[in-house]
């Protein structure tokens, strides 16, 4: 089993930064692929930010330039830095493993952008 805890939310104006955290632990294989899905209210859930085993990330076009996806494989941690938030980014962000064909959610954290 895989356990995914966020922090790192909150409320920030428009034009602020916050910086997401994503810890892991459990069965963590050397190989597999984290990302950050964010969800709104009455939207589906989207995917903002992915990245490979080997580092290679993609964005989703909204955000391409101001957010940042990282991690840290030998201790099991994936951040999103985020910056110039726009009150669209307003969402649960969560964070998503994916290896040996399964699929790990952590709860999510909040981020509110205020205009």
């Known amino acids: 089993q895989v356990q995914l805890v966020e922090s790192g939310g909150g409320l920030v104006q428009a034009g602020g930064s916050l910086r997401l955290s994503c810890a892991a632990s459990g069965s963590i294989r050397s190989s597999n692929a984290m990302a950050w899905y964010r969800q709104a209210p009455g939207k589906q859930r989207e995917l903002v930010a992915h990245?490979?085993?080997?580092?290679?990330?993609t964005y989703t076009d909204s955000v391409k330039g101001r957010f940042t996806i990282s991690r840290d494989k030998a201790n099991n941690l994936m951040y999103l830095q985020m910056n110039r938030l726009k009150p669209e980014d307003t969402a649960v962000y969560l964070c998503n493993l994916a290896q040996g064909g399964g699929d790990y959610w952590g709860r999510g954290t909040q981020v509110t952008v205020s205009s």
């Open positions: 990245i490979s085993s080997g580092g290679y990330t």
